[in-house]
């Protein structure tokens, strides 16, 4: 059985998620919880690795589908699964929805198909809740691109806006797990409203 809840944060580029994810470690960490934190692609060696090949230039999108995946189900049962044992909270910097968002969505591949990759990449895990960082593009991008220029900043505007309405569109479809949260806001105020989600759905039960 895991004991930990397993918490997601996902979105385009720029919206935080980094800077929140740690910002919300902190505070459960303050509170006396155990909190892990993993990234996606990466969070094992084998995942880091497969992080990396992924900035190469000139990769299919099937490929670049199936790498994202080989990703997720080298982490899921190596540390993941490991992780929700031992801790209060795992928190991700993205996870399955990012997958469906910038694949099917952002490259036009078939959403079946996705999404059957996808189901097979997590092995039955999914977040308990999942913050959607939500921006608009011209915004994020250029807020991401201050701090590094990767293959996926360089997308067209075109790209990044799929991708949003990809996110927005399982958003629509899970609003039970999903928060749509505007990220345009400054940190304090965003962080704000995690906090009260975060707190009205987990903390008050263990007070
Ligand atoms: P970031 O999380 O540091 O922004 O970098 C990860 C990049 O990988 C980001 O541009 C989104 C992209 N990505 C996908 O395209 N598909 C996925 O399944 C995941 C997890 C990330």
Known sequence: MNKGIFVSFEGGEGGGKSTLIKMLEQ???S??????IFREPGGVCISEEIRSILLYKGMEPLTELLLYAASRAQLVPQALQPALKENDFVLSDRF????????????NLDLKMVKEVVAL??????????YLLDLDPKIGVMRASAVTITRFEEES??????????????????????????????????????????THRFLEKTR
């Open 31 to 36: 509170l006396g919880f155990r909190v892990t």
């Open 96 to 107: 399955m929805d990012s997958n469906e968002a910038y694949q099917g969505y952002g490259r």
């Open 27 to 29: 505070y459960l960490c």
């Open 157 to 198: 505007l075109n790209f990044h806006n799929r991708v949003r309405k990809g996110f927005l569109a399982i958003a629509e479809r899970e609003p039970g797990r999903i928060v749509k949260i505007d990220a345009s806001k400054d940190l304090k105020t965003v962080f704000g409203l995690i906090i009260t989600d975060f």
């Open 121 to 130: 990449s997590t092995n039955g895990i999914r977040p308990q809740v999942t």
